[in-house]
Structures are given as C-alpha cells and as structure tokens.
C-alpha cells in the first residue's frame, strides 16, 4: 500500500477529477522516477496497545463527563465539591451532607465512575506491568513529564524508529513541531499547534506529547545524558 502522505510520490499528478486510473498512472510514474514509498503497516505488538490506550481514554473522557455533570448539578443546589483527584470524586461528595434529593439525582453517576474506577485501574496495572517488561517504555519512564500511558502510546506509535533518519522526523510526525509564524524579515516560532493540544490525527501521542514538552518548558531542563529526550531514549542502547 502506497504512503498518501509522501508528496513527491503524487508531483506527477494533474489536478484534474481524482479517478482510479489517474492514480494508477501516478503510481506508476513514482515507481519509474524512484519516489514509490510504501506505508508503514504497525506491528501487532504496537497494534494491541494502541487499542489498550484508546480504551483507556475513552474511559477517562467517560468519566470526566460524569464528572462534570456531577459538579454542575450540585452547583446548582449550592453545594461544592473540594478539589482532589478524579479517582476520589466519589469518595469527596459522599463525605458531604447533602440533601437527599440531590443524592438522589447524582447517584447514577457516582455507580458508573465507581465501575469506571475499577477498569482504569486494571488498565493501569497492565500498562505498568508492559513498563517493567519492555526496555524501551521503561527508558522512556526516565524523562521528566513522561509516565507509563505516555511512554507506551510513543513506542506504539514511533513503532519501529529504524524507519526515521533523524530525531526531528519523529517530531515532525508525532506533530510536536511548533507552529511557524513569519513575515518579511521576521521569523517566529509560536506554541504547539492546537491539534497537538487536542490530541486528534495520526497520532495519538500528540496530546502526551504535548504536555510533556509543556512540563519540560515550565520546569526547565532537568534532564541531561541520553534519555533528556523522547526520541533520544529510545534510540539509546537498552541497559
């Protein structure tokens, strides 16, 4: 299967109605001029934790909607909640007095985040048990701001980093390169792009990515040798 996201490979093309016979000319005139690339088809290893990810954001954005909900609701009776983690939310409104017609009205949400609770935490068991037993996750677990679904969302989708020249072709993919903002004679490299924010795309690791690179700003740079970055942790040599 041909990259469509390889230019070059398409220069040949008109830009006449898109058909199967056009882009079967253009194939064919990018393997004569050398510029066929194929696409990278993801291992199964790579595959599977993609999917273990993706579940356990679904999961996270379930229960910070029923979160939200739940907040809203109760502001609208006056009562407010402390702050704490997601993981305790349930724990901190149960503690609170409040009327039995508003327990009423939220328990619902507080039954789902419970069993939602519970699978984010068997997720997280298995994401921290892939850590320990895989060299390159666990090397990754080393820079600051990178944690287990972190490091296991970048290897799965880098996959094989054999397939990339140089550190800045893995930036450039995972979509961490920042957003260019020049004119005339001026030149300005402004924040990430908001799909790098967002998280959506190609990769999934663009929103990880990104908060790591936001921590590592904030922080400063505290970490030195071969693992002071993503791509350079993985290109180290395993211990």
């Known amino acids: 299967m041909a990259d469509p996201n390889f230019a070059p490979m398409y220069a040949t093309r008109s830009r006449k109605i898109k058909t199967d016979r056009r882009d079967a000319r253009a194939l064919c005139e990018a393997c004569e001029l050398g510029a066929y690339r194929a696409a990278h088809r993801s291992s199964d290893a790579a595959r599977g934790r993609r999917a273990h990810v993706a579940v356990r ?9 029923y979160i939200s909900l739940a907040r809203a609701l109760l502001r609208q009776e006056g009562c407010r909640v402390g702050s704490g983690s997601a993981g305790t ?18 328990a619902p949400l507080l039954t789902a985040m419970t069993g939602l609770n519970e699978q984010l935490a068997a997720l997280d068991k298995e994401l921290a048990s892939i850590v320990r037993a895989d060299a390159v996750a666990h090397r990754l677990c080393t820079v600051p701001g990178i944690g287990p679904v972190t490091a296991v969302t970048f290897e799965a989708v880098v996959d094989q980093v054999t ?45 990880p990515g990104a908060s790591c690179a936001t921590s590592t700003t ?22």
Do not use: W
């Open 57 to 65: 954001a679904a999961l996270v954005s379930s229960r910070t909607k």
């Open 163 to 207: 397939r990339f020249g140089s550190a800045k072709e893995v930036r450039a993919y995972v979509g961490l390169v920042p957003r260019e903002r020049s004119s005339g004679s001026s030149a300005c490299a402004a924040t990430l792009p908001r799909r790098a924010m967002r998280g959506c795309g190609r990769c999934s690791s663009r929103r």
């Open 89 to 106: 939310f349930s724990k901190r409104v149960q503690a609170q007095e409040l009327p039995e017609a508003v327990r009423v009205r939220i």
């Open 218 to 239: 904030r922080r400063g740079p505290c970490a030195t040798g071969p693992c002071a970055s993503p791509c350079a942790a993985v290109n180290a040599s395993p211990p």
